[in-house]
């Protein structure tokens, strides 16, 4: 099913807290097959928790030369009432508090998704967890 040799390009960019590992995965998944296939690799679906992260995401999209595409990140939507915070990292549970939503994007969706096109590079927007897309996996180190 995966083609892991053919669809993978690994990015090592250093910020400012640790060096991370980006794996711009750019075969189409839903977002429970993207969490399962970083899992398997002993990653997780990327945190972007601040403007250095946004910055060293989009220079690694743009350098595995993915410009024009979705990719999944690692936060949900939780969408019972009662459950606060509204949207967490799905690995640790953690409130999603850094935010870079498109303007007059929709927060309905279950999955967060970001976009690479240029022209709103890294803005991201909520989605339905069942639609494929690329994705991105992260090893923090």
């Given at each position: 099913m995966w083609k892991l040799a053919a669809f993978l390009v690994l990015v090592s960019?250093?910020?400012?807290?640790a060096a991370q590992k980006y794996t711009i995965v750019t075969e189409q998944a839903t977002y429970t097959q993207a969490l399962a296939f970083c899992k398997?690799?002993?990653l997780t679906?990327?945190?972007?928790?601040?403007?250095e992260d946004t910055d060293a995401l989009n220079e690694a999209i743009?350098?595995?030369g993915e410009t024009?595409?979705?990719?999944?990140l690692g936060g949900f939507h939780q969408q019972d009432n009662i459950l606060t915070p509204?949207?967490?990292?799905?690995?640790?549970?953690?409130?999603?508090?850094?935010e870079n939503w498109s303007?007059?994007?929709s927060k309905d969706?279950?999955?967060?998704?970001?976009t690479s096109a240029s022209s709103v590079a890294g803005n991201w927007m909520s989605s339905t967890c069942t639609v494929q897309r690329y994705f991105i996996c992260e090893q923090e180190e």
């Open positions: 960019l250093a910020s400012r807290a398997r690799l002993g679906l990327v945190k972007e928790r601040s403007l743009s350098a595995a024009a595409h979705f990719f999944y509204e949207w967490i990292w799905i690995d640790t549970g953690e409130e999603i508090t850094y303007t007059g994007a969706g279950e999955c967060l998704v970001r």
